[in-house]
């Protein structure tokens, strides 16, 4: 299978295979008039399979979301076809706005107008904590 290259325009390569229509889905790729690929299952010498998303444009992204997703993302600026600067992704020390504290007497469920924020407390078991009450959000596999 045959691919084109891309003059200007991103590749989020590295994508835990089975995660890029997720990833797709999430950044409503599906909304832009430009040309986007998704290739699924891709074999890869260190992953095994991953998936690799190629965007013929530049747009903003948010570096946070991916990473919070998938930790191992790698997304490539590409401009006039050559790498231009590549951002390996981590998993975020904060989060905003991207997952919802369960607790009940949280202030965030009293005042809904506050922003939903998290802090790193544990990247091996993936554990974010509540800036306000410390609830504990385990993120599972997405």
Partial sequence: MIIGQIKNGIVIDHISAGKGMYIYNVLGLDKLDCTVA???NADSTKMGKKDIIKIGEVIDLDFDLLGFIDPGITVNMIENGRLAKRERLTLPERVSGIIRC???RCITSVEPELKQEFRLSDSEK??????YCEHAAQIENI
């Fill in 102 to 104: 369960k607790n009940p």
């Fill in 38 to 40: 998704m290739i699924k």
């Fill in 126 to 131: 993936r554990i974010y904590r509540c800036i």
